[in-house]
């Protein structure tokens, strides 16, 4: 064989291992966020939108875990899925968090109702917010619900094209907790060209 083809070879190998790797997240200083309410912040695309609260979070600064307000809409994307392992946390130190499941969290948590009643208070983002995407089709989703057994967990949430998604998660407490941080929350889809990162301050 020629090197000719040897070379053709390589180089066809070449792209195969890098259409193989695993995409870099993108650098924190690149990302736009813009605050939306008194608690909310917002990242969108033309892709799609994610939109975070944090004012529970800044109540539960001394808990083993933390909730958030999440609002996750796919604008033009093929149908993706948002589960425990494609959502997940991002700290300061780029440690990686994922949600725990349910039975763990009500083991080590006490505060899953008196959060639940909240949010039927306030709704799970405080702030009613007019954005592109709120006449979208909403997805159900109950990745934490109030009681075990009351409510049919839905961890595993179908996004379609113009759908979004409305739910309270939550999160072990990083190392070092999260009172005066900066925080990522990161979606990892097939369907994205690179991790999407949202990053919110917790005061």
Do not use: W
Not at 77 to 85: A, F, G
């Amino acid at each position: 064989m020629t090197r000719a083809f040897y070379g053709i070879l390589f180089v066809s190998f070449l792209v195969l291992v890098t259409a193989c790797a695993t995409l870099p997240p993108e650098k924190p200083g690149a990302i736009e966020i813009k605050k939306v309410g008194a608690f909310s912040y917002m990242r969108e695309t033309s892709d799609m939108a994610i939109v975070v609260d944090v004012e529970l979070a800044q109540k539960r600064t001394e808990e083993p875990y933390f909730p958030l307000g999440i609002k996750i809409a796919n604008k033009r994307l093929n149908r993706i899925v948002v589960d425990r392992e494609t959502l997940v946390l991002v700290d300061e130190k780029d440690q990686v968090y994922e949600m725990p499941d349910i039975v763990e969290l009500e083991q080590k948590y006490n505060k899953l109702v008196p959060d639940h009643k909240f949010q039927s208070q306030t709704g799970i983002l405080g702030d009613t917010l007019l954005t592109s995407f709120s006449y979208f089709r909403r997805a159900e989703s109950r990745f934490f619900p109030q009681v075990q057994g009351a409510a049919r967990v839905i961890d595993s949430v179908y996004l379609p094209t113009t759908g979004y998604m409305e739910d309270l998660v939550y999160f072990p407490m990083p190392v070092g907790g999260i009172k005066g941080k900066n925080l990522r929350l990161r979606l990892e889809v097939f369907e994205l060209d690179a991790p999407f990162d949202i990053i919110f301050p917790i005061l």
